[in-house]
């Protein structure tokens, strides 16, 4: 079964920068895809970004483009999602997802993209 376990996140000043760390383990084959969702109380689950397994799909939602990028490092089979210039309405919980197909990706923002999901992080922007 596919886990994915999250590291990262906490609270930071606005302007300043958060690394988000997904480690995924289980899939049982190369063709799938890792992206990130996002929640504040009261809201739907905003998709924000994605990347499949070998990088040829990828998703940007336009409230982070330009701010945050997501990388992979293959050889430790983990995701990164790197936020800069954060604002106080990134603050939310921001949860690791992954799907068993690198298409997966295509459907984002929408959460029947994902298969499985991280325990998520809280990350907080102060004004």
């Known amino acids: 079964e596919v886990q994915l376990v999250q590291s990262g996140g906490g609270l930071v000043q606005a302007g300043g920068s958060l690394r988000l760390s997904c480690a995924a383990s289980g899939f049982t084959s190369d063709d799938y895809a890792i992206g990130w969702f996002r929640q504040v109380p009261g809201k739907e689950r905003e998709g924000v970004s994605c990347?499949?397994?070998?990088?040829?799909?990828?998703y940007n939602a336009d409230s982070v483009k330009d701010r945050f990028t997501t990388s992979t490092d293959n050889a430790k089979n983990t995701v990164y999602l790197q936020m800069n210039s954060l604002k106080p309405e990134d603050t939310a919980v921001y949860y690791c997802?992954?799907?068993?197909?690198?298409?997966?990706?295509?459907?984002?923002?929408?959460?029947?993209?994902?298969?499985?999901w991280g325990q998520g992080t809280q990350v907080t922007v102060s004004s």
């Open positions: 990347i499949s397994s070998n990088a040829d799909s990828t």
């Open positions: 997802a992954a799907a068993n197909s690198h298409y997966a990706c295509s459907f984002y923002p929408a959460q029947s993209a994902v298969d499985y």
